[in-house]
């Protein structure tokens, strides 16, 4: 190597360093990502306990990875470099091998742990007089094991869910959707959701198990949105996936009854509704169904036929809500996230005749707040 091609290398990295350095000193912080739809890193003062503990330097690396100058772009250029290498993997995320479904990487969880998950739900039943059902909602990456690239480790192969159901007690009635979802639109190819489509199938099959109806309509699904990228997608950098397509079916009143939505997001009751069409003009096009997440959310339908269901739910819930609102005259929607009043005191107080505890396989063996089940 050359003392002028040497004296070049260095400039450039010097150039490098000191030149997104000053750039990172002169932008403004951001404090959220529309890219990632969550709130970014922010700078955090150092003090001497966490100096010492370390602490400071753990949040100073996220602040810096999040504040990057052009961290999105540098995100993309990788996944398009690794893409280039012929990788199928980049930031956690697999590519499909027709290069235009994303999975977000699978973890099961260990025997122990998901015996102790199950146990909680188990504490639930133990603690009401009420029918108490569960039910866990396979991973993409397993039910469309067939768009995976070959040999990924990471995927959701059907054992934990198997897994769970003989680690239910007596009372709990569990229900396997495993088999109630199929096709090519259960889940958007750019998100770990599923689809409208799919949430009617699952619709179906828990109304099975729950000795409903299964209410069949004929309302068609309604165009709402052709540009939505999910959160898989924001993660993977795969800038040239095509976007999904993003369904709305259940009309808010009319010939599937008079229903109407109640939001608690800060603790007081306020009108909601089955869709927020201003989700539709941002990034986050899945909090469409319902406003996004929320502590509590009841939909009420005088002129179904069910009673009333509390559902311990996670965000696939949102999409599922509609179809619950046609069988069910009241569906209370209780996010253990952010809501931390006891279960079994809300069940008493307001009546609810049957409780349906529902998570995707991911977030349920990732959720730190499912011991307030048992509460």
Known sequence: MSKRY??????????????????????????????????????KAPTAKTLQSGKFMEDFQDYVTDQFPLRDSFVALKALTERGLGKRENNGVYLSRDGQTLFAQFTAPSKDDLAQRV?????????????????LIPDKSRLWADRLPANAPR????????????????????????????GDDIFYRTDHHWTTMGAYQGYLGLS????????????????????????????????WVKPDELYSVIPEGGEYGRITVTSYRDGAPEAGSLYDESFLEK??????????????????????????LLVVRDSYSDALAPFLAL?????????????RTSLKQYVEENGIGQVLVLYSLANFTTDGNLFLLGR
Not at 12 to 25: D, E, K, N, S, V
Not at 119 to 135: E, I, Q, R, T
Not at 155 to 182: F, K
């Open 208 to 239: 099975s198990g729950m000795g409903g109806s299964g209410a069949v309509f004929d309302y068609p699904y309604v165009l709402r949105s052709d540009s939505f990228y999910g959160t898989t997608w924001s993660s993977s950098g795969a800038s």
């Open 119 to 135: 146990g909680y739900v188990n504490k639930l039943a133990d603690n009401l007089s009420v029918p108490v059902y569960f039910s």
């Open 283 to 308: 990034k986050d096009k899945y909090s469409f169904f319902l406003g996004g997440n929320q502590p509590l959310c009841v939909i009420s339908n005088p002129d179904a036929k069910g009673g009333k």
């Open 327 to 339: 069988e069910f005259q009241e569906v209370h929607l209780f996010d253990l996230r952010y809501n």
């Open 155 to 182: 995927v959701d192969d059907g054992s934990t869910i198997a897994a769970a159901e003989p680690l239910c007690s007596d009372q709990v009635c569990w229900i396997d959707l495993s088999g109630a979802l199929h």
């Open 6 to 43: 040497s004296i070049f290398l260095t400039a450039l990295f010097c150039l490098f360093l000191f030149g997104f350095g000053a750039l990172h000193l002169a932008l403004p912080d951001r404090t959220f990502s529309e890219q990632e739809n969550r709130n970014l890193a922010q700078f």
